[in-house]
């Protein structure tokens, strides 16, 4: 049985981890190749893209996959809807693993919109001096703030257009509450820009900023597409599934 993972975050590599290995079982995760030199994953790993839906559903075909598991970024929204597509058409069994979204807590000043171009919209209203989290890809739409100042935290450089008064953070998580207590105050930061990916290691950000009293736009996360089951966690349910299919596959094959 041949499952592809399509990665890039956490939860996939949990599941690379705990499937790696499992007998009757081969394994491929690719990456998109955004993020340069990513950590070597468990079986075997590709990088880059398929060439929309049409390439994606030849790949599942030439290379036999009997399952896939679009376990990318919660705002990864056309690799999910391309997946969802290619899988229909290869009639392959497709799994969607989510880590659940975040959700407020007393004390929060959450301002939720539905795009970069609504937060970029909502914040002049808001601060002055921005923490944008949002990544390096779609910086574009606080481009024509110039009256802002940002601090931009990203994995990788960001390329233009961005926000004229920029400085660059480059790290990644996860983030501790006391280093993003610190964060906020050394840069003087008035107003957080973040999307709902929910997790563990970018949180401590929220924290930090309730504590500060200080305003967060959310952006809300785009649904799974129609049809797509979705499961959120790696350990108790996509593994758990994968692991039946295999089961299944063995005894028709006995």
């Known amino acids: ?39 070597p994953l468990p079986g075997d790993t590709r990088i880059g893209g398929f060439g929309g839906a049409d390439g994606l559903t030849a790949w599942l075909r030439e290379h036999g996959v009997d399952a896939v598991v679009d376990a990318t970024h919660p705002f990864a929204e056309t690799i999910s ?42 914040l002049p209203a808001l601060g002055r001096r921005v923490f944008l989290t949002t990544g390096r890809l779609g910086l574009a739409a606080f481009a024509d703030l110039d009256d802002l ?31 993003e207590r610190e964060l906020l105050r050394r840069h003087r930061v008035d107003v957080v820009v973040t999307k709902d ?8 950000k929220l924290t930090a900023a309730r504590e500060a009293g200080l305003p967060v736009v959310v952006v809300r996360r785009p649904p799974a597409p129609q049809g797509v ?22 005894s028709r094959n006995r």
């Open 1 to 39: 049985m041949h499952v592809l993972i399509l990665g890039g975050t956490a939860e996939a590599r949990r599941l690379a981890e705990l499937l790696h290995g499992v007998p009757g079982l081969e394994l491929t995760s690719s990456l998109a190749g955004r993020v340069a030199g990513p950590r």
């Open 81 to 122: 809807h391309h997946a969802a597509r290619a899988a229909a058409i290869a009639r392959v069994p497709l799994l969607a693993l989510r880590r659940p979204g975040w959700v407020p807590e007393a004390g929060d000043r959450w301002h939720e919109v539905g795009s970069l171009a609504e937060a970029a919209r909502a």
């Open 149 to 179: 100042w940002f601090l931009v935290r990203s994995v990788d450089a960001p390329q233009p257009p961005h926000p004229p008064r920029m400085e660059i953070l480059l790290d990644r998580g996860p983030f501790t509450l006391d280093g």
């Open 197 to 204: 990916s929910g997790g563990a290691a970018t949180a401590p």
């Open 229 to 250: 089951p979705v499961v959120p966690t790696p350990e108790d349910d996509a593994a758990h599934r994968v692991r039946e299919a295999l089961r299944e596959a063995s």
